[in-house]
C-alpha cells in the first residue's frame, strides 16, 4: 500500500470514528450493529471481582484472551498430553495445540453466525487449562487418590480463579468462566438436555462443538499416525459422510453446523444435520473403543497413574518438598492456612506438565548416580 493510499485509507476510518469515543467504545459500538440479538456483546460483560480499570483499546472479552493467553497455565499446555503420552513425534498434537485447534474453529463458527468471535476465542482458551498431565489418565488419577468430584473443567475455572496470578487469579468475566466450567461432555451429549449444564452464552455453546469436532479429527489423525489404529478400520459410513481427509472433515461439520442451527426466539438452536449427527457420533464411539480404551494407550495411563498417586503421597508428607514445588510454579501465594494440605497437592500436581511430574517422580524415588 503506498503513501496516498495509507492516507486515504485513515482517512475514511477517521470518518468512521466517534470525536472523544475511545477504541473500544468504537469496538462495542460496532459489535451493536453487527452481533445477532442471541450474541453476548462485550458491553454487557460482568466481571467476577470488581474491576475499575477499563482498557481504552481492548474490549472485555479481548482483555480475558490476553490475560489467558499470558497465563503460566496456557504456556505449560504445550507439554501435557492430548492423547499419546509425552510423544516425541513432532507431528502429535498437545494440550496447546489441541487448544489452539479450538480456538480457530469456534471463531469461524462464531463469525459466521453473527456472535462474539472474541467470546468464543477467549472461552475456547481458557477451557483446558486446568487438565492434568498425562491427559485423562491423570485426571483418572486425580479422581482417585484426591476426590471423585474433580474434574479437569472444574480445575480449568480454579486455574483462572485461585491459582495464577500467584494465588489471586485472573479475574476473567463470568461469561468466560461459565463458558469454562460448562465446556466439557465426557462421554455425554454435546449439548445436554439439562439447562444448567448449558452455557449461559451461545458462544460458549459453540465451543462445546468446537471442541468435539477439533478432537474427533486430530485424535484420529494422531490414532494412524501411531498404529494405535489403521484407516481402512475406521467406519465407512464416517468416512463417506465426514470426508477421508481432517480437512473433509473439519469443513464438513463446521458448515453442517452453521447450515443447520436455527433461531428460536432470542436463542439459537445450535444443531447439526441427522446424517452429519450420526456419523460424528459414530466416530466418536468408534474411538473411545479402539482409541482412548485401548491397551496400548491404557497401558500408559497406569504409569502415568503410579507416577501421580505417588508423587501424592510424597508431597503430603513432605513439607520442604512441597514447598519448593510450589515456589518453582508460581504457586506459593496459594498456600494459605485455609487450604487443605490435600487441595494444594492436587493443584500442584494438576498444574505440573507431564515432563516436569516424570522428571519430579525420576528426582524423588530414583536412585542418585552421585553420592
Known sequence: MNYHAVNRFKASADETRLPDVSLREQFEARERR????????????????????????RTAFQVDRDRIVYSNAFRRLKYKTQVFLNPL??????????????????????????????????????????????????ETA??????????????????????????????????????????????GDVMPEEPAELPITTEGRIVRFADIIAY???DLDDAI??????????????????????????IRMIRDLITSSEPAGDKLVLQLSGPVNEAMQALRHFLYENVYRSSRVHREFVKAKK??????????????????????????????????????????????????????????FFPSSTV
Open 225 to 250: 499416525r501411531s498404529g494405535v489404529i489403521e484407516t481402512h478400520q475406521v467406519p465407512e459410513p464416517c468416512l463417506r459422510v465426514l470426508g477421508r481427509t481432517h480437512s473433509e472433515r473439519a
Open 307 to 364: 507416577i501421580l498417586s505417588d508423587l501424592y503421597s510424597h508431597l503430603l508428607d513432605n513439607e520442604t518438598d512441597l514447598q519448593s514445588e510450589l515456589r518453582k510454579l508460581d504457586m506459593h501465594g496459594c498456600n494459605n492456612r485455609s487450604q487443605r494440605r490435600e487441595r494444594l497437592v492436587c493443584d500442584l500436581l494438576a498444574s505440573m506438565t507431564d515432563r516436569y511430574a516424570m522428571s519430579l517422580y525420576k528426582r524423588l
Open 142 to 187: 486425580l479422581k482417585e487418590i484426591y476426590s471423585t468430584n474433580f474434574t479437569h473443567n472444574k480445575q480449568s475455572l480454579r486455574v483462572v480463579d485461585c491459582l495464577e496470578n500467584n494465588g489471586r487469579g485472573l479475574n476473567l468475566t463470568l461469561e468466560v468462566r461459565d463458558g469454562i466450567l460448562k465446556h466439557s461432555k465426557g462421554f
Open 89 to 138: 513425534g513432532d507431528e502429535y498434537r498437545t494440550r496447546l495445540t489441541h487448544t489452539l485447534e479450538v480456538a480457530q474453529i469456534a471463531r469461524t463458527i462464531a463469525r459466521a453466525l453473527f456472535l462474539n468471535e472474541d467470546l468464543a476465542e477467549a472461552i475456547a482458551l481458557g477451557h483446558d487449562l486446568g487438565h492434568t498431565p498425562f491427559g485423562h489418565g491423570g
Open 34 to 57: 453487527f452481533i445477532a440479538p442471541y450474541g453476548c456483546l462485550s458491553e454487557k460483560a460482568r466481571r467476577r471481582l470488581t474491576d475499575a480499570s477499563h482498557c481504552s483499546v
Open 216 to 218: 474427533l479429527n486430530h
